[in-house]
């Protein structure tokens, strides 16, 4: 399964991983060093959802963006041993 978001197709993205010593300047310091690189991934922050597509209801795994921004509309939940109004 793909870290990838089903609407807007996000996926994780390489990065650097500094480490660093020192105090910064503007806090009375003498700046501060990197001792050392490394690579990372920023990965998306997905959750799996229940979406209403349609007359369905489907289970998808969307980035909290996507959830934030209205692109999805959540299904309805009823409350158990009821009917649905007709």
Same mark, same amino acid.
Do not use: D, W
């Given at each position: 399964? !793909?870290? +990838?978001?089903? =609407?807007?197709?996000?996926?994780?993205?390489? *990065?650097?991983?500094?480490?660093? %010593?020192?105090?910064?300047?503007?806090?009375?310091?003498?700046?501060?060093?990197?001792?050392?690189?490394?690579?990372? !991934?920023? +990965?998306?922050? =997905?959750?799996?959802?229940?979406?209403?597509? *349609?007359?369905?209801?489907?289970? %998808?795994?969307?980035?909290?963006?996507?959830?934030?921004?209205?692109?999805?509309?959540?299904?309805?939940?009823?409350?158990?041993?009821?009917?649905?109004?007709?």
């Amino acid at each position: 399964m !793909a870290q +990838r978001c089903e =609407l807007c197709a996000k996926e994780p993205i390489r *990065g650097n991983q500094l480490a660093q %010593r020192g105090k910064a300047k503007y806090l009375g310091g003498n700046g501060r060093k990197t001792t050392g690189i490394s690579r990372r !991934a920023f +990965r998306p922050n =997905l959750q799996r959802i229940r979406l209403q597509e *349609g007359e369905s209801v489907v289970t %998808r795994r969307v980035c909290t963006q996507c959830m934030r921004s209205g692109k999805i509309v959540k299904a309805v939940v009823r409350k158990p041993f009821t009917l649905p109004k007709a």
